[in-house]
């Protein structure tokens, strides 16, 4: 099928509670990206996700391989999102994000793989922006055991409108072979929260880049704690 509307998506879970989204076996949802791309025929736009997630409690997505939609792999966030699962998904070959965040409280992610973006900007495996300045932020988001490889900008970019902390784990996670940078982490958060937060990455591997692996720009809250633990950085190509 196809999608004219910028809202729809493939799976949209919209102002839901305990939903859980399943693959048995090999499942693999495919959507037609090059349509999307189509400006002739469809209105520009970058939302056409496989796996939208808005305004809902509780919700866990297993054992899936995501590709070539017009918008997003996953698409998680809005003013109160909370308690989300990821696990065991490919997201690769999406038009605009591998994974695109913009508020959640309660987010873990394992054995995930956000790979091959390209198509419209920023092109990213995964982008931590939050939308909503006095919306949930990004609280106690985890990443275990996950790769972000070979998209168009960078593996991460993370930009924190938010006015409360950021509380960020990336564990055991490969970034590798993106275009144009690893890691970039472009705002780090807005106003003079009390407590700024922590974002970390503990045992992440981050290689195969020509262009800068980590980049930090616009670091506006000074006590918030930026960790690289037991990292490896390899630019050589």
């Given at each position: ?5 910028n809202?729809d998506?493939?799976?949209k879970?919209f102002?839901?509670?305990?939903v ?9 949802f495919?959507m ?15 939302w ?8 809902s ?5 297993d ?7 017009g ?9 109160d999102?909370?308690n989300?699962?990821?696990?065991n998904l490919?997201c ?8 695109s ?7 873990y ?6 790979n ?5 900007a ?20 985890v990443f ?10 960078a ?8 006015h409360?902390?950021?509380t960020i784990?990336?564990?055991?996670c ?7 940078g ?6 780090t ?24 692996s980590?980049?930090?720009?616009l ?8 960790v ?10």
């Amino acid at each position: 099928g196809d999608f004219k509307k910028n809202s729809d998506a493939l799976f949209k879970i919209f102002k839901q509670k305990n939903v859980t989204l399943r693959g048995i076996g090999k499942v693999l949802f495919v959507m037609n990206k090059k349509d999307y791309q189509d400006k002739a025929n469809y209105k520009p736009g970058e939302w056409r996700h496989t796996v939208g997630i808005q305004e809902s409690d509780g919700v866990a997505v297993d054992n899936l391989t995501l590709r070539s939609s017009g918008g997003d792999g996953v698409y998680v966030g809005s003013m109160d999102c909370r308690n989300v699962r990821l696990t065991n998904l490919v997201c690769e070959d999406h038009h605009r994000q591998g994974f695109s965040v913009t508020g959640v409280k309660n987010l873990y992610v394992k054995n995930c793989k956000f790979n091959d973006t390209r198509g419209s900007a920023p092109e990213c495996g995964l982008d931590l922006e939050p939308n909503y300045k006095d919306g949930v932020g990004l609280q106690n988001v985890v990443f275990e055991n996950c790769e972000f490889k070979n998209n168009n900008l960078a593996g991460i970019y993370l930009s924190n409108n938010s006015h409360l902390p950021a509380t960020i784990t990336f564990r055991d996670c490969v970034v590798k072979d993106n275009l144009n940078g690893g890691i970039g982490i472009g705002h780090t958060a807005m106003g003079e929260p009390d407590q700024p937060g922590k974002i970390e990455f503990i045992r992440c591997r981050i290689e195969g880049h020509s262009t800068p692996s980590v980049t930090l720009s616009l670091h506006t809250v000074p006590n918030l704690k930026l960790v690289f633990e037991d990292c490896v950085i390899d630019n050589r190509l």
